[in-house]
């Protein structure tokens, strides 16, 4: 395996609809809470090393066979937790949908 340190990503993932872990990699886990409609709480195996100013990049899964696209947004709410939400373009309404983050070492 390759040491914490090494790694390019602190965390990162799929989650699904549900708010469950579907795969993780890089340095640390995570786990998800999903505490509201299209809200998912992200939370670190370990705290990140830039403290809350660290680099988050976040997509939703969109069908495009459906025709309505949807985006997925963060908040750094920690050095442990960032917030990630879903929202369906057409409307701007937040719907729960599978997402992938990525968050740097």
Same mark, same amino acid.
């Given at each position: 395996?390759?040491?914490?340190?090494?790694?390019?990503?602190?965390?990162?993932?799929?989650? =699904?609809?549900?708010?469950? /872990?579907?795969?993780?990699?890089?340095?640390? #886990?995570? *786990? !998800?809470?999903?505490?509201? %409609?299209?809200?998912?709480?992200?939370?670190?195996?370990?705290?990140?090393?830039?403290?809350?100013?660290?680099?988050?990049?976040?997509?939703?899964?969109?069908?495009? =066979?459906?025709?309505?696209? /949807?985006?997925?947004?963060?908040?750094?709410? #920690?050095? *442990? !937790?960032?917030?990630?939400? %879903?929202?369906?373009?057409?409307?701007?309404?937040?719907?729960?949908?599978?997402?992938?983050?990525?968050?740097?070492?």
């Amino acid at each position: 395996s390759i040491a914490a340190s090494a790694q390019t990503f602190h965390c990162a993932g799929l989650v =699904s609809t549900a708010g469950s /872990v579907v795969k993780s990699k890089g340095a640390y #886990s995570f *786990t !998800v809470n999903k505490s509201a %409609t299209g809200v998912y709480d992200i939370t670190f195996g370990a705290a990140h090393p830039d403290g809350s100013n660290y680099v988050v990049t976040t997509d939703a899964y969109s069908d495009s =066979s459906w025709g309505n696209y /949807v985006d997925s947004h963060f908040q750094r709410t #920690s050095s *442990t !937790v960032v917030r990630i939400t %879903t929202r369906a373009t057409n409307t701007g309404a937040k719907t729960d949908n599978e997402f992938t983050f990525c968050v740097l070492a």
